[in-house]
């Protein structure tokens, strides 16, 4: 039995005679990783139309794991009608990530869209014998008044260093997640429309990415702005 099954049934206190009725039932959905979307419209109105050149950008101060998430997304968001590029495949200044670089690549891939994706709270939970965050605490949570108040700016871009580089990586997916993105429309820099993703059960980090990227993209087609 895997490992996983094994312990979501334990936690359901099953007695042994039912394990292998429930055993199915668990891979459908007791302890499988779940996300939940929710959006919103900064202008409460959607643009004319769908945006064809999106830049994606993966706001996260660990650049070799930065550049992998982006290149994950940008592989779920492209289609036949919309070209997605990872900011790490396109700027000629990967690190630290700023405002210029992206706005060069905006303008060197004829960007119409950029999507900046940052963590903004992740849950490890505990294990026996210890946590299994080595920082020091089982929960991160981005502060909330500089998140909102322009500690990040234009594009997702971090304004104050010195605290994003303590940020975990977007990579970093274990237990329960929440991510936002915010995608900017670059005729004037503007933020347009905002995405909050919340993942729970998280086991594998490639798991957890494939679920996050997958309901990010989808979401974004649903709401019209890409195809």
């Given at each position: 039995?895997?490992?996983?099954?094994?312990?979501c049934?334990?936690?359901?206190?099953?007695?042994?005679g039912?394990?292998?009725?429930?055993?199915?039932?668990?891979?459908?959905?007791?302890?499988?990783?779940?996300?939940?979307?929710?959006?919103?419209?900064?202008?409460?109105?959607?643009?004319?139309?769908?945006?064809?050149?999106?830049?994606?950008?993966?706001?996260?101060?660990?650049?070799?794991?930065?550049?992998?998430?982006?290149?994950?997304?940008a592989?779920q968001?492209?289609?036949?009608?919309?070209?997605?590029?990872?900011?790490?495949?396109?700027?000629?200044?990967?690190?630290?990530?700023?405002?210029?670089?992206?706005?060069?690549?905006?303008?060197k891939?004829?960007?119409?869209?950029?999507?900046?994706?940052?963590?903004?709270?992740?849950?490890?939970?505990?294990?026996?014998?210890?946590s299994?965050?080595?920082?020091?605490?089982?929960?991160?949570?981005?502060?909330?008044?500089?998140?909102?108040?322009?500690?990040?700016?234009?594009?997702?871009?971090?304004?104050?260093?010195?605290d994003?580089?303590?940020?975990?990586?977007?990579?970093?997916?274990?237990?329960?997640?929440?991510?936002?993105?915010?995608?900017?429309e670059?005729?004037?820099?503007?933020?347009?429309?905002?995405?909050?993703?919340?993942?729970?059960?998280?086991e594998?980090?490639?798991?957890?990415?494939?679920?996050?990227?997958?309901?990010?993209?989808?979401?974004?087609?649903?709401?019209?702005?890409?195809?």
């Amino acid at each position: 039995m895997p490992a996983r099954a094994f312990r979501c049934l334990q936690t359901r206190n099953a007695p042994v005679g039912a394990l292998f009725l429930l055993l199915g039932a668990t891979w459908l959905s007791g302890c499988a990783e779940h996300a939940t979307v929710t959006s919103a419209w900064q202008d409460k109105a959607p643009p004319n139309q769908p945006f064809k050149r999106v830049l994606i950008v993966g706001v996260s101060p660990d650049l070799n794991q930065r550049c992998p998430f982006e290149r994950f997304l940008a592989s779920q968001t492209k289609s036949e009608s919309t070209i997605a590029i990872a900011s790490c495949d396109a700027v000629t200044q990967k690190n630290p990530l700023t405002r210029e670089s992206i706005e060069a690549a905006v303008v060197k891939y004829q960007a119409d869209a950029v999507l900046a994706t940052k963590l903004v709270a992740m849950d490890w939970g505990t294990e026996e014998g210890g946590s299994r965050d080595t920082r020091g605490g089982a929960y991160y949570k981005a502060t909330d008044a500089g998140y909102a108040t322009g500690y990040y700016g234009v594009y997702g871009v971090p304004v104050i260093y010195a605290d994003f580089q303590t940020a975990p990586s977007l990579l970093t997916m274990e237990g329960d997640v929440q991510l936002t993105s915010k995608l900017f429309e670059t005729k004037g820099a503007t933020l347009v429309y905002t995405m909050d993703t919340k993942a729970g059960n998280i086991e594998a980090r490639d798991e957890g990415l494939s679920l996050v990227a997958a309901k990010i993209a989808d979401r974004l087609r649903r709401d019209g702005l890409i195809r």
